[in-house]
């Protein structure tokens, strides 16, 4: 049976700092059983983790939640990586994704002006303070990020398109 997908070990010690053989895997694979271009997915995937490394915000607060500084947890990264961002890797490059963005570095940038610039009639502060959901319509989308207050400090928990 020929080979669906072939890495070499050159190209894995090449993302090894972004990426753990699993999780390009894992990549990988959603790519392909959702008939992706795994590329695509890859790059994308790729560009985010990057954009995300050093994230920063401003969340100038909302009712209940108090204002400060947000930052990106690596485990939610993987989060809106896999269920946010591969997920749209198909129509990525035909220009009908719901991100309506051009690269994962774009999708970091959505994602901080949501926080910086948000909608306060469209937004909500939920648990007692402790959870914000921002949400900003950019271009015709509506986009929607999640942080949360994890021992005194503001870290996006989630952030998708809406609709």
């Not at 939640?65 to 129509?91: L, N, Q, Y």
Request: glycine content about 6%; some cysteine.
């Amino acid at each position: 049976m020929k080979p669906i997908i072939t890495i070499t070990r050159d190209e894995v010690k090449a993302v090894e700092d972004l990426f753990s053989p699993k999780e390009l895997g894992k990549i990988l694979a959603q790519a392909y059983k959702k008939g992706w271009n795994a590329k695509d997915a890859y790059e994308i995937a790729r560009e985010f983790r990057e954009a995300t490394q050093n994230f920063h915000a401003e969340f100038k607060g909302l009712e209940r939640c108090e204002a400060g500084d947000v930052t990106m947890d690596p485990g939610w990264r993987e989060h809106i990586i896999e269920r946010h961002i591969t997920m749209e890797a198909a129509t990525w490059k035909k220009r009908n994704s719901k991100w309506n963005v051009d690269s994962g570095e774009d999708i970091a940038n959505v994602i901080k002006e949501v926080i910086e610039s948000f909608d306060r009639s469209a937004s909500e502060c939920n648990k007692n303070g402790k959870e914000a959901v921002l949400r900003k319509n950019k271009g015709g989308v509506w986009y929607r990020v999640v942080i949360e207050k994890i021992k005194g400090e503001w870290k996006v928990k989630t952030a998708l398109p809406e609709g």
